[in-house]
C-alpha cells in the first residue's frame, strides 16, 4: 500500500508542478498581449482561477501524506505518549470523518451542477468538471488518512512531519 500512495503523491507532484508553470505561462502571456496589443486572453483568468483550485485540493491531498495538516502539536509532542497517542488518534479520526463526509457531498454537488449542464462562462466547459476535484481530492486524503491510521496501528508511533514514525 506504500507503493501506491508514493506513485498517487508522484503524480500529485506532477500535476502541481505543471498546473503551477501553466498559470505562470499563461499569465504572463496574457500580460504581454494586453501591455503590447490592448487585447488579452479572455479565458485567461478563468482557466488560471480554475487551476489554482486543482493546486490547492491536491495539495491539501498531498500534505495528508506529510502529516502537514493542522494539528494540535503541542499535544501531540506530549512526553506523556498515551496522552498523544489520543490526540493523534482523535485528530486523524475526525479529519478522516471530516474528508468522508466531504467526498460525499462532494459528489453529491458534482451530480446537481452535472444535471444541470451548467458551463464556465469563458472556457464554455461544463462545470462539473471544475467541481470534480472535490470529491477526487477528498477521497485521496481519505485513503491517506486510512493508511496513516493503519501505520499508527502496526508501529504503534505517531506518525512525523516528514511523514516517517516518531
Known amino acids: 500500500m506504500g507503493k501506491v500512495i ?22 504572463f502571456v ?8 490592448d487585447s488579452g486572453i479572455v479565458w485567461a483568468e ?15 491531498s498531498l500534505a495528508v501524506t506529510k502529516n502537514d495538516h493542522i494539528a494540535v502539536s ?23 470523518v471530516f474528508v468522508l463526509v466531504t467526498t460525499y457531498f462532494g459528489i453529491v454537488v458534482v451530480n446537481s451542477v452535472q444535471e444541470t449542464a451548467q458551463i464556465s462562462p469563458a472556457m464554455q466547459i461544463p462545470m ?27 508501529t504503534k508511533q505517531i506518525p512525523s512531519k516528514e511523514g516517517d514514525i516518531q
Open 46 to 60: 478563468e482557466s488560471v482561477r480554475y487551476i489554482i483550485i486543482y493546486i490547492v485540493m491536491l495539495g491539501s
Open 74 to 96: 503541542i499535544f501531540e509532542n506530549s512526553s506523556v505518549e498515551w496522552f498523544a497517542h489520543l490526540i493523534y488518534g482523535l485528530q486523524t479520526i475526525l479529519s478522516l
Open 128 to 154: 462539473w468538471s471544475v467541481y470534480m476535484i472535490f470529491p477526487i481530492s477528498t477521497a485521496l486524503m481519505s485513503v491517506k488518512l486510512i493508511y496513516n491510521v493503519i501505520i499508527w496501528i502496526k
Open 6 to 27: 508514493g506513485f498517487i503523491d508522484n503524480i500529485e507532484k506532477v500535476m502541481i508542478a505543471s498546473g503551477i508553470f501553466l498559470t505562470s505561462v499563461i499569465i
Open 30 to 37: 496574457n500580460v504581454i498581449l494586453r501591455y503590447f496589443f
